[in-house]
């Protein structure tokens, strides 16, 4: 029995829900490597609707769904699809709700994959929708921290972007759920919107307190694509980096959804300090979890 049918909130799970799929991603970490063979999905077609780009989240669920014996189908760029000739988001999932057992959405507009999921025949799952949530990054996050620091007695500095950054606004709703202790340390302009300061503890610090402080420095790429004018992205572009120099004396591991752009230097990668690749990988285990979840 699936504990939910479609996945478009963080705020749609409890910390029961979050922790069943946690502990279920462990299940597939040997199927996610290709170390095992699994055909728990045979027989079922995932349809991928992007809107916006992807590496991460459309490969890994591809990935996930591959190795575990299903087929993906693609809307491919939104120009060479039927939307391009005016058809309506609404129609759009009517239609490739008949041809898959899931769909995958990542728009542009905060509430899409929500809306979706009232169209939609099949279980919809939200890869991102706007500057709103990206829940399934936050369960790989949280699969993460657990795996490689613990989500106990956890202090976490959200570093960058927190205004527009989806994966943060997700994320803190999650660890407030885990009684983390949140750091904020952003330039003024992107400062974590008060309204998502309902549920948790929230510090704002500076970027030397939070590398000497904190267990998971967790770093955003500011969201350029979310700006009202490219004015505004340059006066805050490049305003904080990342360096291994900055780390030497520090435990703190460094996390990051990617792509990154220029807030972490290229010589933390070799540190060990350096988590972010791993966590990318996370991303298959955690996906095949979601998706056994919705699908069975
Ligand atoms: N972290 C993340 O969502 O990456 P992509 O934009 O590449 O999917």
Same mark, same amino acid.
């Given at each position: 029995m699936s504990r939910f049918r479609h996945l478009?909130?963080?705020?749609?799970?409890?910390?029961?829900?979050i922790e069943h799929i946690l502990s279920k991603a462990?299940?597939?970490v040997e199927i996610a490597?290709?170390?095992k063979s699994s055909g728990i999905l045979e027989g079922k077609i995932l349809a991928n609707l992007f809107f916006e780009p992807s590496t991460r989240t459309r490969m890994s669920f591809e990935s996930a769904m591959k190795r575990l014996g299903g087929e993906v189908i693609n809307l491919g760029s939104v120009e060479a699809s039927s939307i391009a000739k005016g058809e309506s988001l609404a129609d759009t999932v009517r239609v490739v709700s008949g041809y898959a057992d899931c769909i995958v959405i990542?728009?542009?507009?905060?509430?899409?994959?929500?809306?979706?999921s009232v169209v939609s025949e099949v279980p919809v799952i939200n890869a991102g929708d706007g500057a709103g949530q990206h829940p399934t990054q936050t369960l790989l996050d949280l699969y993460t921290i657990k795996k490689e620091v613990g989500l106990k007695n956890l202090r976490i500095a959200l570093v960058g972007d927190l205004k527009y950054s989806r994966t943060v606004h997700s994320l803190i709703k999650a660890l407030a759920h885990f009684g983390a202790e949140m750091l904020l340390?952003?330039?003024?302009?992107?400062k974590l919107p008060d309204e998502l300061k309902e549920n948790g503890s929230f510090a704002e610090c500076d970027l030397e307190y939070a590398v000497e402080n904190a267990d998971v420095i967790y770093v955003t790429r500011i969201q350029k694509e979310r700006f009202p004018d490219?004015?505004? &992205? #340059?006066?805050? /572009?490049?305003? &904080? #980096?990342?360096? /291994?120099?900055?780390?030497?004396?520090s435990s703190a591991v460094i996390m990051h959804p990617l792509p990154r752009?220029?807030?972490?230097?290229?010589?933390?990668?070799?540190?060990?300090?350096?988590i972010y690749f791993r966590q990318a990988f996370y991303g298959v285990p955690v996906r095949m979890a979601i998706l056994t979840e919705v699908m069975l």
């Open positions: 478009i909130s963080i705020d749609d799970l409890e910390r029961d829900d462990d299940s597939f490597r290709g170390e990542r728009h542009y507009r905060e509430g899409s994959a929500r809306f979706a340390v952003s330039p003024e302009a992107l490219e004015e505004e &992205y #340059r006066k805050v /572009a490049g305003s &904080y #980096r990342i360096t /291994a120099e900055m780390l030497k004396n752009v220029d807030e972490i230097s290229y010589d933390v990668d070799s540190l060990p300090n350096a």
